[in-house]
């Protein structure tokens, strides 16, 4: 196990996320007190670390503390595909009226896009 500082991981980061994708759990310090464990995901002996991805961007998502910009990024899905799994999920896109028409214009270009390439191979 390792332990870092919080002025440690702010000035290299790298060097912790290496441990922690090494399989070490890295044990954040602050005033030598424990605030946080890094664990790197590929260890949780999870089966699908892609769907944890999609489940804790769709909690943050729900919870208001990401856009679904941020959801998309954090899942590694598009834009598009985040909005299709909040929805499947029952989670509701609501947002400030920027964010919404954000998405809105996001969503008309996807389904511009899929219409184009439907009508190429026609």
Excluded: Y
Excluded at 16 to 31: C, D, P, Q, S, W
Excluded at 77 to 102: C, K, Q, W, Y
């Amino acid at each position: 196990m390792e332990s870092v500082s919080v002025r440690e991981l702010k000035n290299n980061p790298s060097g912790a996320l290496k441990h922690a994708r090494e399989g070490e759990f890295v044990v954040v310090t602050n005033r030598d007190a424990p605030e946080a464990l890094l664990v790197g995901l590929a260890h949780l002996r999870v089966p699908d670390v892609n769907r944890l991805r999609i489940a804790l961007a769709a909690s943050l998502f729900r919870d208001g503390v990401i856009t679904t910009g941020t959801a998309a990024r954090i899942a590694g899905v598009s834009r598009a595909d985040m909005f299709e799994t909040l929805s499947r999920l029952g989670i509701p896109l609501d947002g400030n009226a920027s964010d919404v028409a954000h998405d809105t214009d996001v969503i008309h270009a996807w389904l511009k896009r899929t219409k184009d390439r439907v009508k190429k191979r026609k």
